[in-house]
């Protein structure tokens, strides 16, 4: 199992609130962090387009576009654990944690 923590930053902010779980088992499980994702929809954070209901898992055979288009070398695990997935239109992160 691999596990990644996705955070985001308000623009006008420091803080960063961990707002769902990426995890790879087989298959890819996304989660909202449903004991932070309202307070940071309250700072700006808009559900990604593909994934809106904050109360359901998402399950995938491959990742998910959002995460996928963040890294250079698609599917490639490895490449994931080493990168934050940071674009510079947003403050999203994608941080390794097991």
Known sequence: MTVFSILWQPSKSEKKYPIGILVYQKKWHFKYNLGIITEAIAQGFRPFPDMPNIEEEYISEILFPVFRNR???????DAMKEQTGQLTTDKILIKYMK
């Open 71 to 77: 890294y250079l070398e698609k599917d490639n695990i």
